[in-house]
């Protein structure tokens, strides 16, 4: 696995204008879908996993090969795990990611990852208050087109 960001501010400038095939959640069990402990986006040529999620008031942002993926999918799908595909939230994929960041919370609350599509389409991880041991949730912003 190869750790590309990890801050409260940073672009993912590798994945401006590439295409999302996969947008997946590794969820505990106990949860509720919209509120994933990782994300997973395969995005197409090449065809590379990235791996995001929010932990300790930082983003983190990592490139995985399919055998990395795959191992850590078991690995997860093995300790009470399962993964809920966030595309039928989004709309009609692939989609074209326009841009992909991590910002500071306004409130001070930590980071915040943004997928923004060009079809309008959004998910946003976004942290829980401090002290709410919920950690972070996903929001997601339909495109116009796809309702």
Same mark, same amino acid.
């Given at each position: 696995m190869e750790r590309?960001?990890?801050?409260?501010?940073?672009?993912v400038c590798q994945a401006r204008n590439r295409d999302v095939s996969q947008l997946i959640g590794a969820v505990d069990l106990s949860r509720p879908?919209?509120?994933p402990t990782l994300v997973f986006a395969l995005f197409t040529e090449p065809n590379k996993w990235h791996r995001f999620f929010l932990d300790i008031g930082c983003a983190f942002w990592d490139l995985q090969s399919e055998e990395e993926h795959t191992e850590e999918i078991d690995d997860l799908l093995g300790d009470?795990?399962?993964l809920v595909?966030?595309?039928?939230? %989004?709309?009609?994929?692939?989609?074209? %990611?326009e841009y992909a960041n991590s910002t500071e919370e306004t409130?001070?609350?930590?980071?915040?990852?943004?997928?923004?599509?060009e079809s309008g389409a959004s998910m946003?991880?976004?942290?829980?208050?401090p002290r709410d041991e919920r950690g972070y949730h996903v929001v997601f912003t339909r495109s116009a087109n796809s309702e």
């Open positions: 590309q960001h990890q801050d409260l501010n940073f672009d879908d919209d509120q009470d795990m399962r595909d966030y595309r039928q939230l %989004l709309g009609e994929f692939p989609m074209t %990611l409130n001070g609350h930590g980071a915040r990852i943004t997928l923004q599509f946003t991880l976004v942290p829980f208050p």
